[in-house]
């Protein structure tokens, strides 16, 4: 079986602040009052966000949230 490795891939990510209506506009971040949490609108359908999440920005300008662990291994800083 054939096996894949991820092409190396800029993206932007910021962390999630529940308090930041500005990051919530820009983001398109949506506020389920009912259940008292964020979504953030995916290609897959409407992802729960929490505070300490990030929301990454892919390549196509998708975005979607992602757990600090999975981030953390998955990611790192360019300058």
């Given amino acids: 079986m054939p096996r894949f490795r991820r092409r190396p891939v800029v ?3 910021e962390l ?3 308090e930041d209506d ?3 506009t820009r983001l ?3 506020y389920k009052a ?3 949490y964020f979504v ?3 290609l897959e359908g409407d992802m729960r966000v929490s505070e ?3 929301i990454v920005t892919g390549v196509l300008g998708e975005r979607y949230p992602c757990k600090p662990d999975a981030f953390e ?3 790192e800083i360019v300058s």
Avoid: N, R
Wanted: aromatic share 12%; charged share 15%.
């Fill in 22 to 24: 500005e990051q919530h």
């Fill in 28 to 30: 398109g971040l949506i």
């Fill in 73 to 75: 291994k998955t990611y």
């Fill in 40 to 42: 953030v609108p995916t």
């Fill in 16 to 18: 999630f602040d529940p």
């Fill in 34 to 36: 009912h259940s008292q």
């Fill in 11 to 13: 993206v932007v990510a």
């Fill in 52 to 54: 300490g999440d990030w």
